[in-house]
Structure formats: structure tokens, C-alpha cells
């Protein structure tokens, strides 16, 4: 096999607290991650040599930082011959929109080179390098709906509902730097157990990042205005994309065609098993 075409799922936060902030400047969460049916497109072909191509490139990201080149990069020293990769991105999923795409593009390039090189390093010892690329990096690699603590990185999978969403990015691009930096964000919410959250369920679920949010970036505010008047409403990670929960694939295309001009919206199916696992029949 020296080709793949495989998909880069995006992610919700189904729920997100933050309980404290570390020394190092990180913040411990906790917080339900889910996959969805939809996301971006990557394709790789093997090269016999060890260069690493990425078209089209994104716009103000040099390649060489773009965590998808950075992926290829770890793996290439547990390979015992030259190798390198040509990939292709269809881009779907905004930068800056709390949806993982970044970091789901990570995992993806290390699941499909780890195939496609014949390294056979698993996806524990996968999901190891991919910390070092980004803390959602593991729970992509893994592929399993989970609840997570630390900084993201101590995952258990979880079986969670898997409702259909509708999720709008207002356009704009959040800085999560700039959100965890703000003094007026919640960092004291009382840790929970995970069975604690399962039972409370959606109903009880929020985000502590989105009064912050809502403060920062009126356009993130106006799309929860106007979507929780339809349905109940969340932010995912920092956002700005803001997602609501629905019963039916018809509810979720009837609210899609009431979306304002100016906002980008697509509906997706919840997953608990990631598509790209799905795709490279891992589960």
C-alpha cells in the first residue's frame, strides 16, 4: 500500500470545567469529548525519500509548524529507511473554531503513516507522540468518545447519546490563549466523578470558557443568542463554533435552512468510534 485517503473528524466538548491552573500555566479540566460524522480530508502518498509535501498550504501557517508536517516529522525517525509523504488537506473544519481540526489532522497523519511506513508503534505509543503536538491530539488518536482530566490528556472512553447537531461558526477566529488568560474565566469549578457527569447529562452540561467568550466576541454571543432560541446550546472548547442538540436528521436540516447569511453551518451525527478508525478498520 504506498496511498490513503482517510478522514480528519471534527470533535465537541460535550461539557468542559476547569478546575484549576497548573504551575506551568495550563489549566486542568475536565470535560466530554465527542467525535462527529464530518471534518476534513486528508490523502498521502508514500515517497521513497524524506521529504514531506502539504498542499495547499494554510494561509499563515509555514509548513514546517503546521502540526499535520510536524506529525510526519516524529514519525520518521522510527523508520528504518528513508520515507517521506506527499498529503493533500481538504480543508473543512475553521482554525480557531473549538472543533480539534488542527489537532484531528495530527492524529490522522500519524494513524496513516504509521500504516502506510509499516512502523506498527500502535496507538498508545502513537497517542504518546501526539502529546507532543497537542494535548486533543490523544483522544483523535485513540478514537473513542471520552472523558478526560488533566490538561485533556488522561482519557476513558465513554458511551455517550448521539444525537444530531447543528454547528455554526459565526466567522470569526477565537485566540484560546487569550481566553485562558482572562482574569474574569472561571478555574475553581469542583472537580466531579465521570459517573457523576453521565448521570447528570446534557441537560446539566456547560462550558466555563463561555461566559468568557460570550464577553470577548460579540459574533460568538450572537450565534448562542440566536441558536438557543431553537435548541439547547453549547460552545465547543473555546469556541467560536457553537453546536446544539437535536432529536431528529430533519430538526437539524430545518434549523441548517433558517441559519443567518455570514455564519457557516453544517449538521453532523455524534460518534462515539471515531470515523478514521472506522475507516482504517481498527474497531
Given at each position: 500500500m504506498t496511498a490513503l485517503t482517510l478522514p480528519a473528524p471534527a470533535k465537541l466538548n460535550r461539557m468542559l470545567h476547569i478546575t484549576g491552573r497548573r504551575d506551568d500555566g495550563y489549566h486542568e479540566l475536565q470535560t466530554l469529548f465527542q467525535f462527529l460524522d464530518h471534518g476534513d480530508t486528508l490523502t498521502f502518498q508514500v515517497r521513497e525519500d524524506n521529504q514531506v509535501t502539504l498542499s495547499p498550504s494554510l494561509s499563515g501557517v509555514v509548513d514546517e509548524d503546521n502540526l499535520i508536517v510536524r506529525a510526519a516529522r516524529?514519525?520518521?525517525?522510527?523508520?528504518?529507511?528513508?520515507?517521506?509523504?506527499?498529503?493533500?488537506?481538504?480543508?473543512?473544519?475553521?482554525?480557531?473554531?473549538?472543533?480539534?481540526?488542527?489537532?484531528?489532522?495530527?492524529?490522522?497523519?500519524?494513524?496513516?503513516?504509521?500504516?502506510?511506513?509499516?512502523?506498527?508503534?500502535?496507538?498508545?505509543?502513537?497517542?504518546?507522540?501526539?502529546?507532543?503536538?497537542?494535548?486533543?491530539?490523544?483522544?483523535?488518536?485513540?478514537?473513542?468518545?471520552?472523558?478526560?482530566?488533566?490538561?485533556?490528556?488522561?482519557?476513558?472512553?465513554?458511551?455517550?447519546?448521539?444525537?444530531?447537531?447543528?454547528?455554526?461558526?459565526?466567522?470569526?477566529e477565537v485566540s484560546t490563549p487569550r481566553v485562558f488568560g482572562a482574569p474574569q474565566l472561571t478555574r475553581n469549578t469542583p472537580p466531579i466523578s465521570m459517573a457523576r457527569a453521565l448521570q447528570?447529562?446534557?441537560?446539566?452540561?456547560?462550558?466555563?470558557?463561555?461566559?468568557?467568550?460570550?464577553?470577548?466576541y460579540p459574533e460568538v454571543n450572537d450565534a448562542l443568542g440566536w441558536l438557543s432560541g431553537l435548541a439547547p446550546t453549547l460552545l465547543t472548547g473555546t469556541g467560536a463554533c457553537v453546536f446544539c442538540r437535536l432529536t431528529s436528521e430533519d430538526e437539524a436540516s430545518s434549523i441548517l435552512g433558517r441559519v443567518r447569511s455570514g455564519w457557516t453551518a453544517f449538521m453532523a451525527h455524534g460518534c462515539n468510534t471515531s470515523p478514521l478508525h472506522q475507516a482504517l478498520g481498527l474497531f
Open positions: 516524529l514519525l520518521q525517525p522510527y523508520s528504518q529507511r528513508p520515507l517521506g509523504a506527499d498529503i493533500q488537506l481538504q480543508k473543512r473544519l475553521p482554525m480557531g473554531g473549538g472543533l480539534g481540526g488542527g489537532s484531528s489532522d495530527a492524529a490522522t497523519t500519524l494513524l496513516a503513516l504509521d500504516r502506510l511506513w509499516g512502523l506498527e508503534l500502535g496507538l498508545e505509543r502513537l497517542a504518546e507522540l501526539g502529546l507532543q503536538l497537542g494535548a486533543d491530539v490523544p483522544v483523535f488518536v485513540r478514537g473513542r468518545a471520552a472523558w478526560a482530566e488533566g490538561i485533556g490528556e488522561r482519557l476513558t472512553p465513554v458511551s455517550l447519546d448521539t444525537p444530531w447537531f447543528v454547528v455554526i461558526h459565526p466567522g470569526i447528570e447529562g446534557p441537560e446539566a452540561w456547560r462550558n466555563d470558557c463561555e461566559p468568557v467568550v460570550r464577553q470577548l
